[in-house]
């Protein structure tokens, strides 16, 4: 049986997101949009394409006669401008009209560049999120944010465009291989730590049940995730204030990611972005030396990394000025007032950076 959060933009509902089993429901919802008989376009990867495309496709088919499907080579590196042109001429040579649909089938690099084409295809078109990863599910897919990266730098090339739809369909998560699933966890955690401490205490709690993805744990965590988020962008759906809190772990997390070549997936290096921001957190006394042990540690049992070899802090640093969350000559930092409560600095030192870098940075002998 699904449930459904609704997401207000401007104090008026805006679009629902729907959590279900299975995909069943999801031509009915696209006929509550006012898209029966329009052409769909389905914008997934070569990873998700062979797992759920044809699934999809079935369904769309209950309410449009015209579906095409383009796959885009999975990996962080193809979240690029030159893809989302081969989007365009899928859709130009199939005269994709302003009343036509993008559905995003897939993980994050997929709901943005999806978003990301829908924003800007006709001065912009309709588009659903079916996020098929626990990282989309949860964080990406919800909000409006669209982009793609510029030579390396995440998101620099982008636009708010809210979808009309999120369907999530927690069974895809079984799928997930455990690295993947373990990068989407960093966001929920993420959730926790900046707005909501019941929440972060009952994933401590659930530690061996979400691991095993036990299913009435996943569809809690992911609901309760989404509604620490539903709740942020509401408040700020462009970014102009709170919003920006959801960066937590992201400021350094973005410039180790880029260091690294996207060797590391994204929730790893948010984690190792959030352990070196509770650690300037508690260096700064705003939460307490436990405090900060703890959050470090929480990590590990989720499979999660704390720290991280051959880093040059130095580097890094250089990076977060190239970030797009950059303010001026100044780095918007979140921090950590306490568990559960968040706060935007951007007052942290570049020594305060170094030492924190230091202390993820994993030396042989010394952890």
Not at 78 to 86: A, E, G, M, R, V
Not at 328 to 342: T, V
């Amino acid at each position: 049986m699904s449930s459904i959060l609704t997401v207000n933009y401007e104090n008026k509902p805006c679009y629902d997101i729907v959590f279900d089993t299975s995909f069943e429901g999801l031509s009915s919802k696209i006929e509550e949009l006012g898209k029966k008989g329009r052409k769909i376009a389905i914008i997934t990867d070569t990873n998700v394409a062979p797992l759920y495309a044809d699934e999809i496709k079935n369904e769309l088919k209950k309410v449009s006669d015209t579906i095409i499907l383009h796959a885009i080579q999975a990996g962080e590196e193809n979240k690029n401008l030159d893809s989302i042109y081969k989007i365009y001429k899928d859709l130009i040579e199939n005269h994709f009209d302003r009343h036509d649909l993008i559905v995003a089938l897939g993980g994050g690099v997929v709901g943005d560049m999806a978003g990301f084409t829908a924003a800007t295809y006709l001065r912009g078109i309709s588009f659903v999120q079916i996020p098929t990863t626990l990282l989309a599910q949860t964080d990406s897919s919800i909000g409006g944010k669209t982009g793609v990266d510029y030579e390396g730098y995440k998101n620099m090339v982008g636009a708010f465009h809210m979808p009309s739809l999120v369907y999530i369909n927690i069974s895809t998560l079984k799928t997930l291989d455990g690295r993947q699933y373990a990068s989407g966890f960093a966001e929920v955690m993420k959730h926790g730590l900046i707005k909501d401490q019941k929440f972060y205490e009952w994933l401590l709690d659930n530690i061996y049940e979400i691991n095993d993805k036990e299913d009435d744990v996943v569809l809690e965590m992911v609901e309760r995730s989404c509604a620490v988020k539903k709740a942020v962008v509401e408040k700020d759906p462009t970014e102009k204030g709170d919003r920006a809190l959801l960066n937590f772990g992201h400021t350094l997390g973005h410039a180790i990611e880029k260091a690294k070549n996207f060797e590391l997936a994204h929730g790893e290096c948010v984690a190792l972005g959030a352990v070196a921001a509770a650690f300037i957190s508690w260096k700064k006394e705003m939460i307490s030396m436990d405090e900060y042990y703890e959050i470090r540690d929480m990590f590990v049992p989720f499979n999660l990394p704390i720290s991280v070899e051959d880093l040059d802090p130095d580097e890094i640093i250089k990076l977060t000025k190239s970030d797009k969350k950059a303010d001026s000559d100044k780095i918007r930092f979140i921090l950590l007032k306490s568990i559960g409560k968040a706060v935007i600095s951007t007052d942290v030192t570049e020594d305060e950076m170094k030492a924190a870098l230091n202390e993820i940075i994993y030396i042989e002998n010394n952890d």
